[in-house]
């Protein structure tokens, strides 16, 4: 049925419910664990998939979620715990994560964590691997750098390395992503038109940066060979931040895990190949709500 809007639930976790609905089973968002707020798929994502029950809260550290200051704060253990919080306040028996990025990895965390608490995992871009390290990530930068429209952004980005050293507070953060935006799109018009539509949100925060490990932390590797969670993997062509190959690595231990390459579409592929990625999910998503 076509959504009926949204409300804000109270609480320091500002989190914002879509669809309020009966169900044992519920749709939850993840974002992930540093950059913007998860609000960017809120706005994006969500739309999409309308007469869903989609749930949606602050990470922790950034904008918008509860402040920690340990510096493990951003472990997968500590996020997945975050995301069985919002599962007990919402009732739910089980979730059905739609994570993209970063978040993929918390997604994962979770599966192997709580594996009787999950009914599907929707995957965005998943990687376990530091952002654009793999070899097809390497292909595609070598590709981009021969485009005039990306080359300042490849020159940008080897420069500026994404480290500590170089993201020293929020405003260099948004700087660095907003110079390397164009290497996350196919379409650079998309890339304009998801710029707009986030003109307004809050800036990133370093301080959730700082805390998040590079690569999955190898407890969840271990255990993702016992995940049986029916899992869906999105990976968009020429994605050079998660890009195929490290999708495909991600759910090469869970059973029966299938991965969809999106044509023409790059690190959020819902942007550039609406109609597919949303008949992908609604589909996938249709057997287990």
Request: hydrophobic share 45%.
């Amino acid at each position: 049925m076509p959504a009926r809007g949204s409300s804000i639930a109270s609480g320091p976790r500002a989190a914002r419910t879509l669809e309020v609905a009966e169900g044992a089973v519920r749709v939850v968002m993840q974002a992930p664990a540093w950059g913007p707020s998860g609000e960017y798929l809120e706005r994006t994502l969500t739309p999409l998939l309308s007469g869903l029950r989609v749930h949606h809260y602050a990470v922790r550290n950034t904008p918008g979620g509860e402040e920690a200051s340990e510096p493990d704060s951003q472990a997968a253990r500590s996020l997945a715990a975050d995301l069985d919080a919002e599962r007990v306040a919402l009732g739910a028996e089980s979730l059905a994560i739609t994570a993209h990025s970063q978040g993929t990895v918390t997604a994962l965390a979770y599966a192997v964590r709580y594996p009787e608490r999950v009914a599907a995992l929707v995957l965005l871009g998943p990687s376990l691997v530091p952002p654009s390290s793999t070899l097809m990530a390497a292909e595609l930068l070598h590709r981009f750098a021969q485009d005039p429209d990306r080359r300042a952004a490849v020159e940008w980005l080897e420069s500026h390395p994404r480290s500590r050293e170089s993201i020293v507070d929020d405003r260099s953060l948004a700087r660095w992503m907003r110079a390397t935006a164009p290497l996350s799109f196919f379409d650079l018009g998309a890339m304009r038109r998801f710029q707009r539509a986030l003109r307004d949100m809050p800036p990133p925060r370093a301080h959730a940066f700082h805390r998040t490990p590079e690569a999955a932390e190898e407890w969840i590797r271990r255990g993702l060979s016992s995940v049986v969670t029916p899992t869906l993997a999105i990976a968009g062509r020429y994605d050079f931040v998660t890009a195929i190959d490290a999708a495909e690595e991600a759910i090469a231990e869970i059973r029966g895990a299938r991965l969809l390459v999106v044509d023409r579409a790059g690190h959020n592929p819902w942007i550039e190949r609406p109609g597919a990625v949303s008949t992908a999910i609604r589909g996938f998503l249709a057997d287990f709500l």
